[in-house]
Nanobody, 122 residues
Framework: QVQLVESGGCLVQPVGSLRLSCTAS????????MGWYRQAPGAQRDLVAV???????TYADSVKGRFTVSRDAAKRTVYLQMNSLKSEDTAVYYC????????????????WGKGTLVTVSS
């Protein structure tokens, strides 16, 4: 069973910075990609940033230039460094991992953390 656990969410002021972490545990062959999604109140869950096992990254337009996603493969951990935070960044941030769990699922399966709340407010 795969488990993703996020940490780092808190109240932060506008223009401030915050780093989120997510660590994967459990049984899987390898991590194909890990990343972050967020969901604001009354909104859908949207992609924030993703990093593949090869190091390629994808960012939502709204966070480009402000957020950086990185990973430590040995620690099975993905990070989201958030700078120049805006009130619009307020949301529950969910860690996502696409894990290759066995050879019958070569494209991997998605797993989700429980989410961590980031509130940007003065």
């Amino acid at each position: 069973q795969v488990q993703l656990v996020e940490s780092g969410g808190c109240l932060v002021q506008p223009v401030g910075s915050l780093r989120l972490s997510c660590t994967a545990s459990g049984s899987f062959f390898r991590i194909a990609a890990m990343g972050w999604y967020r969901q604001a109140p009354g909104a859908q869950r949207d992609l924030v940033a993703v990093i593949t096992s090869g190091g390629s990254t994808t960012y939502a337009d709204s966070v480009k230039g402000r957020f950086t996603v990185s990973r430590d493969a040995a620690k099975r951990t993905v990070y989201l460094q958030m700078n120049s935070l805006k009130s619009e960044d307020t949301a529950v941030y969910y860690c996502n991992g696409r894990m290759i769990v066995d050879v019958t699922e070569p494209s991997g399966m998605d797993y989700w953390g429980k989410g961590t709340l980031v509130t940007v407010s003065s």
